[in-house]
């Protein structure tokens, strides 16, 4: 129980530390000394400092947006198992509920930012939908063969069950989740954090109008996504558990530290693809599932 | 029948013996020429003392060198329009119109080109589908960008048609230069492309110096030449990084940027301005490159061009790259004839038209440098297009410095001679530049036009994203990368 409150606790304190991580990374490939790894800390109190601005043509759905995606977030995080395949709640068919909570995120992003009315924010809520219908599917075939390979339907019983026996299916779902981790994280290739060309964002060009409180909460939650989704990565590639809490721990955080360097060593050596061909990466994803689950079921 | 007159690149003629054709006869003759593949280089309206408006056209025939000028008599209140017949006058039409308040009659598509006056809501093409959506980019972008208002019309991603209005930059700047040359001319001609310095300051000095009959020693023209080439290799890394950058592939970007720099920094080692300001004037250069300079300035280079070639071909041997830019923003050989695409745009499409090379001036009479081009016409033509001339323009430099003539750099440039017409072409890095004065019977001014390259170009990228994914549009518009404030003047 403690061990699993402590999980949670680092996860929103450290959480912000991944961005920074993976941007140090790429300042070094690009030949530049970088930001400091705490940039985003600063960012978020800087930002709450300062006053949101309200579009007279938003509604209620505007400011709401932020805090409701927050909210499943955090639901979110009571979910997922992080050391030792463990979770604070957990009940039979919690992957349901897992996937449906980001869900219900993306419906509040994309409602939120459709309230504003701009044509820019129009077309990257077309964009994160139409590639959520390629992406949700491959997350939902890599849990099913989880949980059939574990006989079990909560994530943290199938996290803290399985072991290096399980390689093959181990490998291919990981492989399908890193690719689903990168597009729901908006990062390369499928979306570029970093551009600021209104008419090739995705992520970034739907919070274009939040400002001040809302957009430190939009960035705070942008990087517990990433710890989030990165604690199933890491739980699926490294299954090892030692019993020790410490140890645990220590495994489970530089596992999710080597991945926010993966995601800075893709980022510098591969331009972003078409936006007409990231639905076939994500298909890709949802082949190395489905290829797991038709291996598991033989 | 009347023919009109022949000239070449900076030769001066004097201003009476431009034919004079009636207004449908000057309609005729520009068609006849162009069909016959020569191209409108500049095409305007000037005044005569009496306030009389006529028109003036310069066209250029690229494989004889040849230039003609003719203008038309007096234009009352419409003349006929010859867009219909020669896409290539659309701009020049709808500008006359602007400027001096005469219809092309006809025209398909009349509206101002800067928005000089104050206009009613602004006409663009519109479509009344339901299918169809618009998006409206600018003129405040969320880059650090010059202004330009750009209407797409969409079906899902993909863009049916762009419309692009500019105007934001405009200073007035040829209206500015009537009545001179004065000493702030050429400050004006400085900055009306600040990236394109040289490229304008060469052709307003050689116009100059052909309307005064002034012979520039060998040595100033080889250090023209040598700043034009720096301004050019700054100007294309940059671009190749832009490029980079649009399609999030961090290497190249950051390195381009910083040579980028570095090529900026060997011009400030010549004059002590980064962009070259103040460099070049009428009657020569101001700054030499003695022994000194020249022995730390080709080791840098050789040593900037070293890791620009591995910067840029990790974007060659990069997959992902490649597929971003291979068909992407596609122009047709056809097609880029037609609009009378001139720079890096026309060349990427396999168009061989490149001023230095066509209608050679200064030092590239003695020193050719062949063509670079390419035959795909899209993203990566223009990209790698770029990479050719990177790669002669160093080689240009090296041999320039190696062998620089001996001689004074500047000599007196006396006044411009009275009633001569002078069209005055140069390479500029994006393209053709044209700078064409008229003087009075002072030698003063009577009318100077000046035509950048993007003001041929920013046709091509609107014809370029026709079909194409609206997401592609940044990474489009960074490979013609076109001026602003040059088109705006």
């Known amino acids: 129980m403690k061990s699993v409150l402590l999980n949670i606790i680092l996860a929103l304190i450290a959480a912000p530390l991944l961005p920074g991580i993976i941007n140090r990374v790429k300042a070094v490939f690009a030949g530049r000394k970088g930001q400091p790894l705490l940039q985003l800390y600063y960012d978020l109190h800087k930002l709450l400092k300062k006053s949101a601005v309200f579009s007279s043509a938003t509604t209620f759905f505007f400011w709401v947006g932020p805090l409701a995606g927050f909210a499943v977030l955090a639901g979110s995080l009571l979910v997922v198992p992080q050391a030792q395949g463990k979770s604070l709640v957990q009940f039979p068919g919690d992957i349901i509920l897992f996937v449906y909570l980001f869900g219900v995120m993306r419906f509040f992003a994309v409602v939120s930012a459709m309230d504003t009315g701009s044509s820019f924010e129009g077309m990257g809520a077309s964009r994160e939908i139409q590639f959520a219908v390629f992406a949700e599917p491959a997350l939902f075939v890599g849990l099913v063969t989880l949980a059939r390979k574990t006989a079990n339907l909560s994530l943290s019983g199938i996290y803290s069950s399985f072991s290096w026996h399980d390689g093959t299916i181990l490998m291919l779902v990981s492989a399908a989740f890193f690719i689903i981790f990168l597009a729901e994280n908006s990062r390369l290739p499928v979306d570029d954090p970093n551009t600021h060309l209104e008419l090739t964002m995705i992520h970034e060009v739907m919070v274009l109008d939040h400002s001040g409180p809302d957009l430190a909460i939009i960035f705070y939650s942008a990087s517990l996504k990433l710890w989030i989704l990165g604690s199933l990565v890491v739980g699926a590639i490294i299954p090892m558990h030692t019993g020790n809490i410490i140890f645990d721990e220590l495994i489970f955080l530089s596992g999710i530290a080597a991945l926010s360097l993966a995601v800075g060593i893709v980022e510098s050596c591969m331009a972003r693809l078409k936006l007409l061909k990231v639905p076939q990466l994500l298909i890709a994803g949802f082949a190395l599932a489905m290829l797991a689950l038709i291996f598991q079921i033989m | ?489």
């Not at chain 2, 020569?38 to 009389?52: E, M």
């Not at chain 2, 832009?242 to 570095?262: Q, V, W």
């Not at chain 2, 460099?279 to 620009?308: H, N, Q, S, Y």
Request: glycine share 8%; hydrophobic share 35%; charged share 20%.
């Open chain 2, 1 to 489: 029948m009347k023919n009109s007159l022949i000239t070449s690149n900076c030769r001066p003629v004097n201003s009476e013996t431009i034919p004079v054709f009636t207004v449908g006869e000057f309609a005729d003759e520009v068609l006849r020429l162009s069909g016959q593949g020569q191209r409108i280089v500049n095409y305007f309206a000037a005044q005569d003392k009496n306030r009389a408006v006529s028109l003036f056209a310069v066209l250029a025939h690229d494989t004889n060198g040849k230039l003609r000028i003719l203008s038309s008599g007096k234009i009352e209140k419409e003349f006929p329009s010859l867009t219909p017949d020669c896409v290539q006058a659309n701009m020049f039409e709808r500008e006359i119109a602007e400027q001096w308040d005469i219809i092309p009659v006809n025209h398909p598509w009349l509206k101002p080109v800067r928005l000089q006056k104050p206009q009613k809501p602004e006409m663009f093409l519109q479509s009344y589908s339901d299918e169809i959506h618009e998006v409206a980019v600018g003129p405040v972008h969320a880059g650090i960008i010059e202004p330009g208002h750009f209407r797409f019309q969409c079906s899902g991603e993909t863009v049916l048609n762009l419309e692009i209005s500019l105007g934001y930059q405009h200073r007035g700047i040829e209206k500015t230069l009537i009545g001179g040359p004065g000493g702030r001319s050429i400050h004006y001609i400085e900055t009306s492309a600040g990236d394109t310095t040289i490229g304008h300051t060469s052709a307003y000095v050689q116009a100059l110096e052909a309307l005064s009959n002034c012979n520039v020693s060998a040595r100033a023209q080889a250090l023209r030449g040598i700043m034009l080439e720096l301004e050019r290799l700054a100007n294309h890394t940059g671009d190749l990084g832009a490029l980079a950058n649009d399609i999030g592939y961090l290497p190249t970007a950051s390195y381009c940027g910083r040579i980028r720099g570095d090529f900026l920094n060997l011009t400030a080692l010549i004059c002590g301005n980064r962009f070259g300001r103040n460099m070049i004037c009428p009657g020569g250069v101001r700054f030499d490159l003695d022994k000194r300079i020249i022995g730390e300035f080709l080791k840098r280079l050789e040593k900037i061009f070293a890791d620009l070639t591995n910067a840029v071909e990790l974007l060659w041997n990069t997959p992902s790259v490649m597929d971003r830019f291979e068909g992407a923003g596609k122009i047709s050989r056809e097609t880029g004839e037609k609009l009378g695409l001139v720079g890096i745009p026309a060349r990427a499409c396999g168009i061989t038209r490149d001023i230095r090379f066509d209608f050679p001036y200064g030092i590239y009479r003695l020193a050719q440098l062949p063509v670079s081009t390419y035959n795909t016409g899209d993203v990566f033509a223009r990209a790698y297009t770029r990479w050719l001339e990177i790669q002669k323009s160093v080689e240009f430099i090296n041999n320039q410095c190696k062998s620089l003539p001996a001689g004074e750099i500047k000599i007196s440039c006396g006044v411009p001679a009275s009633n001569t017409t002078v069209v005055s072409l140069t390479e500029g890095w994006r393209g053709e530049i044209c700078h064409t004065a008229i003087t009075d019977e002072k030698g003063s001014f009577k009318s100077y036009k000046i035509v950048d390259p993007s003001f041929h170009n920013w046709t091509g990228l609107q014809i370029a994203m026709r079909n194409e994914q609206i997401s592609n549009f940044p990474l489009c518009n960074k490979s013609f990368n076109l001026s602003y404030c040059g088109h705006d003047l």
